[in-house]
């Protein structure tokens, strides 16, 4: 029996009266500031599998993700290890800035060069070393594979040596006794590779059969790189896969880093320094940098995200954290792509009690949201997401969101494994806690941990040191975090997260409402971390 249309308005009329748009729902609670638990979304008609949603978002006009997820840049959180993780499927890990500038620019490196279609400077050896040179090298470098490309002094290609070789039974023989002579050697020219070279490599493989690897030589066969079938073969499958990793243009996984805002000693912003580090964050790949601060409304977070859009008309730029409006504008005029919202939601910060501000999260989002929707920047939501549905509940207002607490427990965060009666944990610390700021992030609390002794320094910590329980891989971790997404995305009838913000429909929770939602009233003999 079919419904009357006027019966259908009615009925929808109806639902508008509790279940309203955020246009209309959160000015209609203000003053009253709300957070994820705070409120719950209606369901709507859905012709649409949680199989079938899109995940995929921007951060700016040239960085787009597969998944809307980013690892938070504390050095409890992300590192090389697990911004790869992050990339491989489908996100964005930010190296945090408690490094020294190389030890960052080499973890951003480790990202970018983790795997890639073209190795662009192979490591390569010399026809006069010896196979116990070549074993030395292999040992003090820790390198994982023991095949090189054998060049002259000029950069010819002139063999190869097999690892079948690079044994210490050999250590005698010279690499030129012992190489695959370059006539044997399977080589392309760059001319050859057209433009896909992903797609030449692996008609290449498929052809040859047992060749594991191919050499790129130029017009004059100097070497210029290296395909191997492992790197290839996992690119092309990737390209089949539903999780589609981040990667760049040219086939390397993305990256961002997290930079501070550094001061001479006279106090002022010391800009030679900032872009000399910027710079070379670049050189390395980098495809964002995020200038991180726990106040980002502020003349000197201006100042350093002006420098760099100068500096760097092309990058993206991430800029926070703020929770305001004015916050918003302040950092898109500055020159900002995205904007970290948030000041103290996050597990293991204290600056709502501490400093007595901060906005709770869900409000904070859709005051910044409209700012952002009218200057043409994105948001990303930065702490207090506790579960998969407080990630369906932000992306109705962001663009993407930040994690840290539900990834610090993952064996890609960095840190030692800590056995407690039989558990298993890892640290987990706020970047305002004292050990962070000793530790380098003094900058981002307003803090100066290299000012001469006697100088008066504020000296509050704005968060805590704590512990996560191993939490397994973070494929683990993020399985089901993006299963509750695509749940949510099915309840509400949205294919993609444009039409998220779009369908959803809010309506406020009281304490019993909360009780009422979890597990009650039943003894629990598992549990779901989604």
Same mark, same amino acid.
């Given at each position: 029996?079919?419904?009357?249309?006027?019966?259908?308005?009615?009925?929808?009329?109806?639902?508008?009266?509790?279940?309203?748009?955020?246009?209309?729902?959160?000015?209609?609670?203000?003053?009253?500031?709300?957070?994820?638990?705070?409120?719950?979304?209606?369901?709507?008609?859905?012709?649409?599998?949680?199989?079938?949603?899109?995940?995929?978002?921007?951060?700016?006009?040239?960085?787009?993700?597969?998944?809307?997820?980013?690892?938070?840049?504390?050095?409890?959180?992300?590192?090389?290890?697990?911004?790869?993780?992050?990339?491989?499927?489908?996100?964005?890990?930010?190296?945090?800035?408690?490094?020294?500038?190389?030890?960052?620019?080499?973890?951003?490196?480790?990202?970018?060069?983790?795997?890639?279609?073209?190795?662009?400077?192979?490591?390569?050896?010399?026809?006069?070393?010896?196979?116990?040179?070549?074993?030395?090298?292999?040992?003090?470098?820790?390198?994982?594979?023991?095949?090189?490309?054998?060049?002259?002094?000029?950069?010819?290609?002139?063999?190869?040596l097999s690892g079948r070789v690079v044994k210490e039974r050999y250590y005698a023989k010279k690499v030129s006794e012992a190489m695959t002579p370059r006539k044997e050697v399977y080589t392309?020219?760059?001319?050859?590779?057209?433009?896909?070279?992903?797609?030449?490599?692996?008609?290449?493989?498929?052809?040859?059969?047992?060749?594991?690897?191919?050499?790129?030589?130029?017009?004059?066969?100097?070497?210029?790189?290296?395909?191997?079938?492992?790197?290839?073969?996992?690119?092309?499958?990737?390209?089949?896969?539903?999780?589609?990793?981040?990667?760049?243009?040219?086939?390397?996984?993305?990256?961002?880093?997290?930079?501070?805002?550094?001061?001479?000693?006279?106090?002022?912003?010391?800009?030679?320094?900032?872009?000399?580090?910027?710079?070379?964050?670049?050189?390395? @790949? =980098?495809?964002? $940098? /995020?200038? #991180?601060? &726990?106040?980002?409304?502020? *003349? !000197?977070? %201006?100042?350093?995200?002006?420098?760099?859009?100068?500096?760097?008309?092309?990058?993206?730029?991430?800029?926070?954290?703020?929770?305001?409006?004015? @916050? =918003?504008?302040? $950092? /898109?005029? #500055?020159? &900002?792509?995205?904007?970290? *919202? !948030?000041? %103290?939601?996050?597990?293991?910060?204290?600056?709502?009690?501490?400093?007595?501000?901060?906005?709770?999260?869900?409000?904070?989002?859709?005051?910044?949201?409209?700012?952002?929707?009218?200057?043409?920047?994105?948001?990303i939501a930065d702490g207090g997401i506790t579960k998969s549905g407080d990630i369906v509940k932000a992306l109705t207002q962001a663009d993407a969101v930040i994690l840290g607490g539900l990834?610090?427990?993952?064996?890609?965060?960095?840190?030692?494994?800590?056995?407690?009666?039989?558990?298993?944990?890892?640290?987990?610390?706020?970047?305002?806690?004292?050990?962070?700021?000793?530790?380098?992030?003094?900058?981002?609390?307003?803090?100066?941990?290299?000012?001469?002794?006697?100088?008066?320094?504020?000296?509050?910590?704005?968060?805590?040191?704590?512990?996560?329980?191993?939490?397994?891989?973070?494929?683990?971790?993020?399985?089901?975090?993006?299963?509750?997404?695509?749940?949510?995305?099915?309840?509400?009838?949205?294919?993609?997260?444009?039409?998220?913000?779009?369908?959803?429909?809010?309506?406020?929770?009281?304490?019993?409402?909360?009780?009422?939602?979890?597990?009650?009233?039943?003894?629990?003999?598992?549990?779901?971390?989604?």
């Amino acid at each position: 029996m079919s419904v009357s249309p006027k019966k259908s308005r009615e009925a929808a009329l109806g639902d508008a009266r509790f279940y309203q748009p955020a246009a209309e729902f959160f000015p209609g609670q203000a003053p009253t500031a709300l957070t994820y638990d705070d409120v719950t979304l209606a369901t709507r008609f859905s012709a649409v599998l949680p199989r079938e949603t899109r995940l995929d978002t921007s951060l700016s006009d040239s960085l787009h993700l597969p998944m809307p997820i980013i690892s938070a840049d504390m050095d409890t959180v992300t590192e090389s290890t697990m911004a790869i993780g992050m990339a491989l499927n489908g996100g964005l890990g930010l190296i945090h800035y408690n490094l020294s500038e190389a030890e960052q620019i080499r973890e951003v490196e480790r990202v970018k060069f983790h795997v890639h279609g073209l190795i662009q400077d192979p490591i390569r050896v010399s026809p006069e070393q010896t196979i116990e040179d070549v074993l030395r090298r292999v040992e003090a470098k820790r390198f994982s594979f023991r095949t090189f490309p054998v060049v002259d002094e000029k950069g010819v290609l002139v063999g190869l040596l097999s690892g079948r070789v690079v044994k210490e039974r050999y250590y005698a023989k010279k690499v030129s006794e012992a190489m695959t002579p370059r006539k044997e050697v399977y080589t392309i020219t760059e001319k050859q590779l057209g433009k896909n070279p992903i797609a030449a490599a692996d008609k290449f493989f498929t052809e040859h059969l047992g060749i594991h690897k191919l050499l790129v030589v130029d017009d004059k066969d100097r070497l210029r790189g290296l395909f191997t079938l492992s790197d290839i073969e996992r690119i092309t499958e990737e390209a089949r896969a539903n999780v589609k990793p981040a990667r760049d243009n040219n086939f390397h996984l993305v990256c961002g880093a997290a930079i501070s805002a550094p001061r001479t000693s006279a106090g002022e912003l010391d800009r030679n320094r900032m872009l000399k580090h910027a710079a070379a964050l670049v050189q390395a @790949g =980098v495809d964002a $940098l /995020a200038i #991180s601060t &726990a106040h980002g409304h502020t *003349i !000197g977070v %201006g100042q350093c995200v002006k420098l760099l859009r100068e500096e760097f008309p092309n990058l993206t730029l991430i800029a926070g954290n703020v929770t305001s409006s004015e @916050g =918003v504008a302040f $950092l /898109a005029e #500055s020159g &900002a792509d995205a904007i970290k *919202i !948030g000041q %103290g939601p996050g597990s293991i910060c204290t600056t709502r009690m501490v400093a007595g501000v901060g906005i709770p999260q869900l409000t904070a989002l859709y005051v910044s949201a409209q700012e952002a929707r009218r200057r043409g920047v994105r948001i990303i939501a930065d702490g207090g997401i506790t579960k998969s549905g407080d990630i369906v509940k932000a992306l109705t207002q962001a663009d993407a969101v930040i994690l840290g607490g539900l990834l610090a427990g993952c064996r890609e965060a960095p840190g030692e494994i800590i056995e407690i009666d039989g558990k298993f944990y890892k640290q987990y610390r706020g970047m305002g806690s004292l050990s962070a700021m000793k530790s380098g992030s003094a900058a981002r609390y307003g803090h100066d941990k290299s000012a001469p002794s006697g100088v008066q320094q504020k000296v509050a910590a704005e968060g805590i040191e704590a512990l996560k329980e191993i939490a397994g891989t973070l494929d683990a971790v993020l399985a089901p975090l993006l299963g509750g997404l695509q749940s949510g995305m099915g309840y509400l009838g949205a294919h993609n997260l444009v039409e998220l913000r779009e369908q959803a429909r809010f309506a406020r929770v009281t304490a019993a409402g909360m009780k009422e939602a979890a597990p009650h009233d039943v003894i629990e003999v598992k549990t779901s971390k989604a």
